[in-house]
């Protein structure tokens, strides 16, 4: 029986669980060294495809737990995801093995990493895998005051056909990003009409009592405080926003 990763801790950003189990410094699969300038500057996407998982477990956390135990030999990403759960084995302040541009390659060491897990299927649950990652992306190039313009592919790093399943229609996937991306750095604006207004905050007081349902994009904006919970907190701070009070 396997015996299933143990995260070292759980948060949540925007409504994604991450389950943090972070590399331990001084591993093969790794270079333990901090990202050149020290903080990201891109986000880079990858496909990788979906595989046979034990019972009981999911794709990321048995990718995971392969990178723990070697079985991945040298890579290392920051990210795993699919369509329902996701890990962080890096630090987001050190570099990964994962571009495949060498040990000072600018792919590997200013970028973040997101392998997202996908088949290609077209079903719901790739679908879900791919709209969870660019939630994720924008969600990192938010919290590091990057443009979409820093949002990119394994392939624009090495010649090589990644992600794969998202190439295809890597335009679609970047508006989906960037739309997720606006309403973080805008921050309360629900309804999605470029301003926050008290509209915004009614809706978000909706959602926290459950009269309203939101999709994940909205979910986002009105999660103000970024705790992964629509709440009657974010839908004050979205109301002090509209009237011009801002918290600081
Ligand atoms: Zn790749």
């Not at 943090?20 to 496909?47: A, C, F, M, Y």
């Not at 495809?49 to 999911?58: F, K, M, N, P, Y």
């Not at 390659?105 to 897990?117: K, Y």
């Amino acid at each position: 029986m396997a015996i299933f990763l143990t995260p070292d801790k759980v948060r949540n950003a925007y409504g994604i669980e991450i389950k943090e189990k972070i590399l331990p410094d001084g591993s093969k699969n790794k270079p333990n060294r901090k990202l050149t300038s020290g903080v990201p500057q891109w986000v880079t996407i990858h496909n990788t495809d979906r595989i046979v998982t034990a019972e009981g477990t999911t794709q990321s956390e048995q990718y995971a737990r392969a990178t723990h135990n070697g079985n991945m030999s040298g890579v290392s990403v920051h990210y795993y995801i699919d369509d329902k759960d996701c890990w962080q084995t890096l630090r987001e302040d050190e570099i990964g093995y994962h571009a495949a541009d060498g040990y000072w390659g600018p792919g590997n060491c200013t970028t973040l990493a997101i392998e997202i897990i996908m088949d290609g299927s077209g079903k719901d649950y790739d679908k879900k895998a791919e709209d969870r990652g660019a939630l994720l992306a924008a969600t990192l190039l938010h919290q590091y005051n990057l443009g979409i313009d820093k949002l990119t592919t394994h392939s624009h790093w090495y010649s090589k056909t990644c992600p794969a399943y998202i190439l295809p229609h890597w335009e679609t996937f970047r508006k989906k990003v960037d739309v997720h991306l606006n309403r973080l750095n805008i921050g309360g604006d629900v309804d999605g009409d470029g301003k926050v207004t008290a509209s915004d905050a009614r809706l978000a007081l909706r959602a926290a009592v459950g009269l309203e349902g939101l999709n994940e994009t909205q979910k986002a904006a009105a999660d103000v405080d970024g705790d992964g919970k629509v709440t009657a907190a974010d839908a004050r701070e979205i109301l002090r926003k509209s009237v011009g009070i801002d918290e600081g």
